[in-house]
């Protein structure tokens, strides 16, 4: 069998000048079936088309025809920042597109490119909401104007569509260097000593450099960087955290201030640490998510436990009921750790985006790829309030997933990872590829020296523990395959299966590598224990002090109302678990024992504590927490009180 690499260059999000392992993009890592293949399937069928409706019927499209004939003035629709959700659409639209070559998206893509270009001005400018006559002028308000966010996201749809459809005709990549070039005229070393009130035109110039070959972007993104910190932006309510201009990137100890815009700043750094060599600030870097990750961060992966301000609280502030965790700041905590992955090659990265991917980016869309949710309470005390298929929530923190929101960031952000998801699979480097998340998969690429490796992934993950890995070809000499054996999988096992030896081994958590010259035929077969198991908090997270989480695999697992009938309540606050029985797992589902806690109504909440529970435990049912509310509206919580 002749087997040849798609592409020299990954059809990836990320593509760093340098580090310990290179991605492996689209053309390399196809996503086959399974969890993630049923989820890409409805964001390419179902939500790409609905995120296009809503941007057309809410205006936020139109705005840019708008502009040629000058009715932005009266007739613009949106907040100031919603050019970026039309950005967000088109780099979805670009992944999509390299995964499927599907016809119809890609006229929609140049459709939607042409109605962008008209509004791009002769020097570059390029926005709806600022810069006309009876418009706020250019650059005016940083703070909040997100004029720069926005060509952030516009950089990256343009990176996008090059990796996946290079030297393609639809003038992208020329409107976002336009663009580009204009913020280096304007916000360069001569030029405003200023940043953005949201962090991601970092992201985006850093990544536009690789993709072009124009280091101006990259130094141009390394001022921003080194910008934060000097306080140039108007100190606000909250603090100049809330921006990240407190203090330098590379003298903070840990994520703090709003939760999308530190990590969408950290992901920058690593971008220009990276690939300008700054190895201190990596190292900085690197400090501050060990800490974000032991005292800032959910169980689920969500980040963010303050509504006011969408922002991390202090160490240990980690309240179940009051959790933000808003979806866009999980996948900006992905974009953050993969960068550190290819950096350094170190699995404790990979864990946390495994537990993100599961936990908040697949519990933001409904089934059917329609609705969302925005923030991602780990506790509901009253039954969420079912929200207008055709409406727009004003609300963030709706209490069931909505269609759309005044607010809509996450929506296509979902999307555009989920269509780019493929290139988060694998990795390679000089010795051989890396398996770092489990989907059914095939996987066919090359090493740095040239030689051919194929094999397909065929797993249940997580529904089973089983991954497969099958080599379709012939190697000359010996490669590595390395795969990740999450924190929570101790006692995993290793099988290998070739011509003429079989060998099992239990292997430890973290990377496993299995040296060999494989050839077609040759299997190797990794088994993680999924059975259930009970997690305690850290005792300073006071807030959920008492009670347990049940997760198994990647998944955490919720209690939901709609199952507490053999209890003889409809509420999860009138339960305790019963850890006198572990949790078992049987037809499916897991199952836990609860018992009714004593409580009364009273005139005061405050008193002695009852003692003991008033009726024997019964056993229910958990669900996957990126499952709760499918089956109507319930009270729900991942934290459960121990039993007297």
Not at 145 to 162: D, I, K, N, P, T
Request: net charge negative; with cysteine; aromatic share 8%.
């Amino acid at each position: 069998m002749t087997i040849h690499t798609i592409t020299p260059a990954p059809q990836a999000p990320v593509v760093p000048g340098r580090g310990r392992l290179r991605p492996l993009g689209l053309g390399d890592v196809r996503i086959t079936g399974g969890f993630w293949g049923d989820r890409q399937s409805v964001n390419g069928r179902h939500t790409l088309e609905h995120i296009g409706s809503r941007l057309e019927s809410e205006g936020w499209l139109p705005n840019f025809d708008l502009a040629p004939t000058g009715g932005l003035v009266e007739g613009r629709r949106g907040r100031e920042f919603s050019d970026s959700e039309v950005y967000k659409y088109l780099e979805a639209l670009a992944w999509e597109i390299g995964r499927t070559d599907d016809p119809t998206l890609e006229q929609r893509f140049h459709d939607v490119v042409a109605r962008v270009a008209a509004v791009q001005e002769e020097d570059g400018y390029l926005n709806t909401r600022f810069g006309r006559p009876g418009q706020p002028p250019r650059w005016s308000d940083l703070e909040w104007g997100h004029e720069l966010y926005c060509l952030g996201h516009l950089f990256q749809s343009a990176v996008a569509r090059e990796r996946t459809r290079p030297g393609s005709d639809d003038g992208l990549l020329g409107i976002a260097r336009a663009a580009a070039d204009l913020v280096c005229a304007e916000f360069g070393a001569d030029g405003r000593d200023a940043i953005c009130g949201h962090a991601e035109v970092e992201v985006g110039l850093a990544e536009l450099s690789r993709v072009t070959g124009d280091r101006r972007y990259l130094a141009q993104a390394r001022l921003f960087v080194e910008r934060h910190g000097r306080k140039t932006l108007r100190d606000i309510e909250w603090g100049r955290k809330y921006f990240q201009d407190d203090i330098a990137v590379r003298d903070a100890k840990v994520l703090r201030g709003h939760a999308v815009r530190a990590n969408y700043l950290a992901s920058g750094a690593v971008d220009v640490a990276v690939d300008v060599g700054d190895n201190e600030l990596l190292k900085a870097l690197r400090r501050q998510w060990d800490r974000t990750i032991a005292r800032r961060t959910y169980i689920t992966g969500g980040q963010g436990s303050h509504h006011q301000d969408e922002a991390f609280g202090d160490d240990w502030e980690l309240p179940p009921d009051r959790a933000y965790s808003e979806t866009c700041a999980g996948i900006g905590s992905i974009m953050f750790s993969w960068r550190l992955l290819l950096a350094g090659a170190d699995p404790r990265h990979a864990d946390l985006i495994e537990r993100t991917l599961y936990n908040v980016v697949a519990t933001s869309p409904a089934p059917d790829g329609r609705a969302f949710y925005y923030a991602n309470t780990l506790h509901q005390r009253v039954p969420g309030i079912p929200a207008d298929p055709d409406g727009t929530s004003p609300r963030a923190s709706s209490s069931l997933r909505a269609p759309w929101f005044d607010v809509s960031c996450c929506p296509p952000n979902v999307a555009r990872t989920l269509a780019s998801l493929d290139a988060y699979i694998a990795t390679a480097d000089a010795g051989g590829v890396q398996l770092h998340q489990y989907a059914p998969a095939s996987v066919r690429t090359s090493l740095d020296d040239g030689r051919i490796v194929a094999f397909d992934v065929d797993t249940a993950y997580p529904a089973d523990g089983r991954i497969t890995v099958t080599h379709m070809s012939d190697a000359d000499a010996a490669w590595t395959l390395s795969l990740r054996v999450p924190a929570w999988a101790a006692g995993a096992t290793l099988r290998i299966v070739t011509s003429d030896s079989v060998q099992q081994r239990s292997v430890d958590t973290g990377m496993v590598e299995i040296r060999h010259a494989f050839r077609s035929g040759d299997l190797v077969q990794l088994d993680l224990p999924m059975a259930p198991r009970v997690s305690s908090p850290d005792g300073r997270i006071d807030a959920v002090r008492g009670c347990v989480a049940v997760e198994r695999g990647p998944e955490v697992l919720a209690l939901e109302s709609v199952d507490l009938g053999p209890a003889g309540v409809d509420d999860v606050g009138r339960v305790a678990i019963d850890l006198d029985t572990a949790p078992v797992e049987r037809d499916g589902k897991v199952w836990v024992r609860v018992a009714r806690l004593p409580l009364a109504d009273g005139r005061w909440p405050y008193g002695e504590e009852p003692a003991g529970t008033d009726a024997e435990s019964v056993e229910v049912p958990l669900v996957p927490y990126h499952e709760w509310a499918e089956r109507g509206p319930s009270t729900m919580r991942v934290w459960i009180p121990e039993a007297p």
